[in-house]
Nanobody, 121 residues
Framework: QAQLVESGGGLVQPGGSLRLSCVAS????????IRWYRQASGKQRELVAW???????DYLDSVKGRFTISRDNAKNTVDLQMNSLKPEDTAVYYC???????????????WGQGTQVTVSA
């Protein structure tokens, strides 16, 4: 079974930057789509960005032009570069990936434990 571990969260002032990372480990044959979600206190979890294995990306409208998702297929990692951060970006950020553990197995959705991002003066 594969595991996802996020890192890079923290406290940053408005206008600042953070880079989140997510690494997959364990039994991995292939990783298809990878996504970053976030959940602010009292709100539903929302999809922030996703990237296909081939590098196609898409973003939540409110983060377009500020956030960039990237991946390294050889290292089983995905990053989320967040610039021009706003207080409304404050949330717990989760990594989610469709991971195929063996050649013959179907992809399974795996989640990380989340990393807190707080944007405040």
């Amino acid at each position: 079974q594969a595991q996802l571990v996020e890192s890079g969260g923290g406290l940053v002032q408005p206008g600042g930057s953070l880079r989140l990372s997510c690494v997959a480990s364990g039994s991995i044959f292939n990783i298809n789509n990878i996504r970053w979600y976030r959940q602010a206190s009292g709100k539903q979890r929302e999809l922030v960005a996703w990237i296909s294995r081939g590098g196609t990306t898409d973003y939540l409208d409110s983060v377009k032009g500020r956030f960039t998702i990237s991946r390294d297929n050889a290292k089983n990692t995905v990053d989320l570069q967040m610039n021009s951060l706003k207080p409304e970006d404050t949330a717990v950020y989760y990594c989610n990936a469709d991971i195929q553990s063996t050649r013959s197995s179907a992809p399974r959705s795996s989640w990380g434990q989340g990393t807190q991002v707080t944007v405040s003066a």
